[in-house]
């Protein structure tokens, strides 16, 4: 987070981190078609997610940063076609799955904290809100940025047969990663031939998956539900 130059402090500059940015670079580039298994831990608030080409117009106080040339279609597709398994990790509050009145609160709270950082005195800070007044309207455009971040984190680890969770306290940490390592070494391998066995690569449509324990439906499992062929 970084404020804006000169004297007056107003903006509040979001997503100089590049998350979703890597998670794209590491899927085309690093994740090769060669048999192994990857496994991504992509841990991000989900902050860049609001400045991808495809999402809502984010030139507002609280985004001030270029479009990037790719969206996050882009990045599910990348993530369908691989065969990594993505781990999401979000070190912030859950903003999904909350009443209106209660992610309104909570974004209240992650707003103060965010732009009373950007202060070196209680009375600078004092200043500053008193001259650009805390809104309910600017309190839900900003929940509503951070809480699309963190459904398309979640998002893409789903499409890989992974799971999010959220570290919202340090101490939560070796718990999250606990439950991850203890998730690998339970996954299976399945393979199967397609009967539809047209040529691969970009145009070939998306693949739907549905898999179950014979004579167990009572049975959750999870995984991938769709993927799209190698290129």
Same mark, same amino acid.
């Given at each position: 987070m970084t404020a804006g130059g000169g004297g007056s402090r107003t903006a509040v500059f979001?997503?100089?981190s590049l998350q979703f940015s890597a998670l794209f670079a590491a899927l085309r580039e690093l994740v090769k078609d060669d048999g192994s298994r990857h496994i991504i831990i992509f841990q991000t608030d989900g902050d860049e997610a609001p400045t991808l080409r495809d999402q809502p117009d984010a030139g507002d106080y609280v985004w001030n940063m270029p479009r990037r040339n790719y969206g996050l279609g882009d990045i599910y597709a990348a993530a369908q076609r691989s065969n990594a398994m993505i781990y999401t990790i979000i070190p912030s509050e859950r903003l999904l799955g909350l009443s209106p009145?209660?992610?309104?609160?909570? /974004? *209240?709270? =992650?707003?103060? $904290?965010m732009e009373r950082a950007r202060f070196s005195?209680?009375?600078? &800070?004092?200043n500053y809100i008193d001259a650009h007044p805390m809104s309910d309207a600017k309190v839900r455009l900003f929940t509503a940025r951070f809480?699309?971040?963190q459904d398309a984190a979640r998002r893409v680890a789903e499409l890989t047969g992974g799971w999010a969770g959220y570290l919202?306290?340090?101490?939560?940490?070796s718990s999250i990663y606990q439950d991850i390592l203890s998730d690998m070494n339970?996954?299976?391998?399945?393979g199967y031939y397609p009967v539809d066995t047209?040529?691969? /690569? *970009?145009? =070939?449509?998306? $693949?739907?998956?549905k898999v179950t324990v014979k004579?167990?439906?009572? &049975?959750?499992?999870?995984?991938?539900?769709?993927?799209?062929?190698p290129d």
């Open positions: 979001h997503s100089r009145a209660d992610l309104l609160s909570r /974004g *209240r709270l =992650m707003l103060e $904290r005195s209680e009375r600078d &800070y004092e809480a699309s971040g919202e306290r340090p101490e939560e940490a339970r996954r299976y391998v399945i047209g040529a691969s /690569g *970009r145009g =070939m449509r998306l $693949r739907h998956l004579a167990h439906p009572e &049975y959750i499992l999870r995984g991938r539900d769709s993927y799209l062929p």
